[in-house]
């Protein structure tokens, strides 16, 4: 079994200095297990307990995560794949710009690292309802099977915008062409 470490990872996965998603999917690399990487449910990345601090190494490593159809989330290059614990999910939506309106409203989301998705249908969003309060938690679809959570302030904004729907059985909002749904209106 290959012995990973930060460093061969860095290499593997280092190109021209702009870290793009990679497709990480067509990869199939040798499991090299866990060298302790952690990702924090408020986005902080850990190597071995410590804060990883620089922001280019963040998003190199984001550009080469990948959830696989066991759960479990890597970090993927051609010649390795690694461990990493999410305690949520592996990115946040922080920001959230607005275009149109009604059946035409687009939504645009970026992450923590910079990824920008709009929701829709190769994006969807869904919402978790919460135990033990009932509430609900919004996950984007950014690529793969990698999600983002969004802010409380990204969410705020959903629920800002939300509207019944034309059924009035639903509160939720349009983008992409699509009605999302948020929540029977007697939650809110």
Known sequence: MLTPSLDALLRAAASDGQHPARNVE?????????????????????????????????????????KDADGQTYLVTPAEKVDVEVEDAPFLAVEMAIDGTGPSQRLTLRTNVDDVVAIDAEHPIRFQPQTPDGGLKPYVLVRGKLEALCTRAVYVELVAIAAIGEDDQDLGFWSGGCWWRIAAPHVF
Do not use: E
């Open 26 to 66: 067509a990869w199939d690399p040798p499991y090299c297990g866990d060298i302790g990487l952690k990702i924090c449910r408020d986005g902080t990345w850990l190597y071995r307990g410590s804060p990883i601090g620089r922001v280019g190494m963040i998003k190199l490593f984001a550009s080469i995560l990948r």
